[in-house]
C-alpha cells in the first residue's frame, strides 16, 4: 500500500544527523531521529527483515533526549514501546523477549507515574501483555493471566481517553 518510505527514512535521518551534528544534545532531534529509526525498524518488521539495529538507534536516541529532558513521559514511552517491538519480534523469531518485555513494562509504569493521565502507557502495557501471552503459548504455558492482564490495561486506556479512536482499536 503506496510507495517504499525506504528513501523518506534516509532522508529523514540524514536531516537529523545534520542538526545533531551542529547541535549534538538537542533532545527534540533526538526524540524524532528516535522516531523515524523506530517506524524504519516497523517498516522492516513488514519486509521480514531484522529491525533489532533500528530499534537500538531508537532506543539510544531516545534515552539521549530524557538526559536533557528528563521525567518527560512521552520520551520514555517512546523507549518503552521500542523495547516492546523489539520484544515482539523475538518472539517472531522464537527467542525469549523476557528482557525487553521487563525493560519496557519498567518504562511504560514511570511514563505512567509521571503523567497518570496519558493513556499511552496503558496502551502499550496492554501491547507487551499481549506480547507475552503469545510468548506463553509458544512455551506451551497458559497465555490467560497475560490476555487478562492485557485487558486491563487496554480498559485503563479507554478510560483515561475516550474521545480517541485510537484507544479502542486494541
Do not use: C
Not at 531484522?50 to 531516545?62: R, V, Y
Amino acid at each position: 500500500h503506496g510507495e517504499d518510505p525506504t528513501e523518506n527514512y534516509r532522508r529523514s535521518t540524514e536531516a537529523y544527523e545534520k542538526i545533531l551534528k551542529e547541535a549534538p544534545n538537542d533532545p527534540y532531534a533526538l526524540y524524532n531521529v528516535g522516531m523515524v529509526y523506530s517506524d524504519q525498524g516497523g517498516y522492516e518488521v513488514n519486509l521480514g527483515k531484522d529491525p533489532t539495529l533500528s530499534f537500538k538507534k531508537a532506543i539510544n536516541a531516545q534515552q539521549k533526549a530524557s538526559k536533557f529532558i528528563p521525567n518527560n513521559t512521552y520520551i520514555i514511552n517512546g523507549i518503552g514501546y521500542n523495547h516492546a517491538r523489539m520484544a515482539d519480534f523475538l518472539v517472531t523469531q522464537g527467542k525469549g523477549p523476557s528482557k525487553e518485555l521487563s525493560e519496557a513494562r519498567k518504562l511504560f509504569a514511570e511514563a505512567s507515574q509521571i503523567d497518570g493521565t496519558y493513556y499511552m502507557p496503558n496502551t502499550n502495557l496492554g501491547y507487551i501483555n499481549i506480547i507475552n501471552a503469545q510468548w506463553a503459548i509458544k512455551q506451551d504455558k497458559s497465555p490467560i493471566d497475560s490476555f487478562d492482564a492485557s485487558r486491563k490495561a487496554y480498559l485503563k486506556s479507554i478510560e483515561l481517553n475516550k474521545e480517541e479512536p485510537e484507544s479502542y482499536q486494541s
